[in-house]
């Protein structure tokens, strides 16, 4: 679901939600491997939000999450999915937006 | 693949009643309790109709709440959808005893990086479950996940684990899944589901459309293993587990009026078993519709139920020509007794038609069925099928005990008896009515071919349509055949121009006799008058003689006695004469 930026957020601000369901290895290695890469790609602009669905459940439903963990891009529109614990690096960064899925190729 | 083993029957396996209508008694009492079933058939077969009114029944009669994640429709899409066949989703909603929750997932906008798993899909499942309790649960059509999500491998294997979570649970479970080329489901489901398949199939032959339903598979219960047609109306769905009755049926010595007497006496005086198969047959115009209403009629007239199928005519149309001929059938519509149903036959598969057929006759509970006519269901080379919709029908009628009446119309063209030879092992009394063509008209004929336990007539009657309803009539056998109509008035004239003229002759014949017998008479009066006649004249001459001897004889014995002679001798000869001619006198 497309939501309006918070306010107070930047438009160039990126708000980044981490589905997990509880603390798995799966979880514990996304989200290291997201820290790294905002710390790379977005230093400054990004916020992280971990949401443990085993403690919101209804988020789930909410949220239409199926496959764990997700990672959304809620902000900048549009909303963006990749799902994974995120160890490929550059799936990360086209699932993203951060560079285009030609320049993959080009490589 | 019945895997039941002797003795196995002790721990029986616990079910899940579904109640839709037939698919317990195939399956032994419902789906495998808290284990999943896997319900698979192509695109529009009913598998979402079929896994919704499993919970809806659930919910409604075994106090069971049921979850449906749909990965398809929307909720709001399902409640409409059911709602076509009586189903309130959006009050069952309201009182939690159905979860309706659509999964949606869009994938173009996922991009998988690293190993994922299916947690969020467990989570929600599990709290949907927990919210209302749920004993029962959908996943409809969850295969869509394999096209939406990356990396098909992790997808399967996550099915796996969670239809193992499932049973775990306790849940009784349905998994559709679209058929796949030359499996059962395109993703290979059947692997992981084994405890229960259910495969759906909806095919179009002839340009009717029939639904079937097989079970493949039922782990540790014993289950009907043919190809069953089912139905989705109204209300619901209902599988027809027709073709496993057997020949066991109650066999009833009652009979009951054809409302014809005639044809009551050409069979055995009493008409036709209740509870038996009657066929009537003939070509166009000789009176089958009016033969079956005359039954229907007299069978309302004792208060019983009869259920009319007409093919080819709407009831009014049918009830405006059976007035015709004296064969009032509006009261009993209008008092509940007699039902009409007109649908074309083409309309429906014939399968469908069997279903409804069979619906309605448990809603109604006759006493009488009538199909008129059976043979507008054959279309092409389909008397095969037809034949085994029929053999369902009659067996199942015969379970009920009700009489059933088929009409079939046959071409003039063909041998009579043999174009309805395809049912004729499925029919106990055969009339036969064929046209009669002499002299120019066209007359009806009525026979019985054939009437199973029975002493039946062997006689062809004259089948006559009467403002006052059906007559029978003799018909007279000759050198060329039958004789009917005209042909038969006209022999009557004949017959009776006959028997006036030997009338006649035996009046003229008695009339001489008896002038022979007065002139004979006369004749005796004039013989005795001459006798009589003669009689005196010879008494006469008698009497002079008789005197004149007397006095011979007084002579003699006077002479005698002046000569003193033999007198005796001689006047006993005299004496003797005498009373020989005394006598003739008399």
């Known amino acids: ?107 | 693949m019945k895997k039941k083993e002797p003795g196995s029957h002790r721990h029986v396996l616990p079910k899940s009643p579904t109640s839709i209508e037939g698919l317990d008694e195939i399956t032994g009492g419902g789906l495998p309790k808290g284990r999943p079933t896997l319900v698979c058939g192509g695109a529009g077969c009913g598998k979402t109709l079929f896994a919704m009114e499993f919970l809806v029944r659930g919910a409604n009669q075994y106090n069971e709440p049921g979850v449906f994640i749909s990965f398809e429709e929307t909720e709001e899409e399902l409640t409409a959808n059911v709602a076509s066949l009586g189903f309130d989703l959006g009050d069952l909603v309201k009182r939690k005893k159905i979860w309706l929750e659509h999964i949606r997932v869009e994938p173009t906008e996922i991009e998988q990086s690293g190993e994922y798993d299916l947690e969020g899909l467990f989570i929600r499942i599990h709290l949907a479950i927990e919210t209302i309790g749920a004993k029962r649960v959908v996943l409809d059509t969850i295969e869509s996940l394999f096209s939406e999500l990356p990396n098909p491998h992790i997808v399967r294997a996550e099915l796996q684990r969670l239809f193992q979570w499932l049973k775990r649970k306790g849940v009784t479970t349905i998994i559709t899944a679209e058929r796949g080329d030359g499996t059962l489901t395109r993703q290979g489901l059947e692997e992981y589901v084994s405890d229960c398949v259910i495969l759906l199939d909806h095919r179009v032959s002839d340009q009717s459309s029939i639904r079937r339903l097989r079970i493949v598979k039922y782990r540790g219960s014993t289950h009907g293993t043919n190809e069953y047609p089912f139905l989705i109306d109204e209300d619901g769905f209902s599988v027809l587990p027709v073709t496993s009755l057997g020949l066991n049926y109650f066999s009833s010595h009652k009979r009951v009026s054809s409302g014809i007497p005639r044809l009551d006496t050409m069979l055995s005086g009493k008409g036709y078993y209740r509870g038996s198969t009657v066929l009537v047959s003939g070509t166009a115009g000789t009176g089958k519709t009016s033969i079956a209403s005359q039954f229907v009629e007299v069978a309302c007239r004792r208060g019983e139920r009869v259920l009319y199928f007409t093919f080819e005519e709407s009831p009014t149309q049918l009830m405006r020509n059976m007035r015709s001929i004296g064969i009032n059938l509006d009261p009993w519509v209008k008092k509940g007794l007699l039902q009409f149903h007109a649908t074309r036959p083409t309309l429906y598969g014939l399968e469908s038609h069997l279903t409804t057929s069979i619906k309605l006759i448990n809603r109604f509970d006759p006493h009488i069925v009538v199909l008129d006519p059976i043979n507008s269901f054959v279309m092409g080379e389909n008397q095969t099928e037809v034949r085994t919709m029929l053999l369902r029908l009659v067996d199942f009628l015969k379970m009920k005990r009700a009489t059933a009446f088929f009409t079939s119309l046959t071409s003039a063209a063909d041998d009579m008896e043999n174009t309805d030879v395809y049912i004729s092992s499925l029919i106990d009394t055969w009339l036969l009515l064929r046209d009669i063509e002499i002299g120019g008209e066209r007359n009806r004929g009525l026979y019985v071919l054939k009437s199973r336990g029975m002493a039946h007539s062997n006689q062809i009657r004259e089948f006559k349509l009467t403002n006052r309803g059906i007559e029978l009539l003799d018909v007279y056998v000759g050198a060329d055949g039958v004789l009917t109509g005209s042909a038969r008035l006209s022999q009557e004239t004949k017959d009776e121009a006959e028997k006036l003229l030997r009338q006649q002759e035996i009046g003229r014949k008695q009339f001489g006799l008896e002038r022979k017998r007065e002139a004979m008479e006369a004749q005796v009066v004039v013989l005795r008058s001459e006798f009589e006649a003669e009689q005196s004249e010879a008494l006469k001459v008698i009497g002079i003689e008789k005197a004149r001897n007397e006095r011979f004889t007084q002579d003699k014995v006077k002479m005698a006695a002046s000569r003193k002679g033999d007198v005796h001798i001689r006047t006993t000869g005299t004496k003797k004469r005498q009373t020989n001619a005394e006598r003739n006198s008399r």
Do not use: F
Not at chain 1, 51 to 73: E, F, G, S
Not at chain 1, 79 to 96: A, H, K, M, P, Q
């Open chain 1, 1 to 107: 679901m497309p939501r309006a930026p918070k306010a107070g957020t930047r438009s160039d601000s990126w708000d980044l939600h981490l589905y997990v369901a509880g603390k798995t290895p799966k979880a514990r290695a996304a989200l290291g491997n997201l820290k790294l890469i905002c710390e790379e790609k977005l230093k400054g602009k990004y916020n992280i939000n971990v949401i443990d669905l085993l403690k919101n459940p209804q988020i789930a439903r909410d949220d239409q999450i199926l496959a764990v963990p997700t990672l959304v891009r809620k902000s900048p529109l549009p909303v963006r999915n990749v799902i994974g614990d995120l160890s490929n690096t550059e799936r990360v960064l086209i699932g993203l937006g951060i560079i285009e899925r030609n320049a993959l190729k080009l490589r």
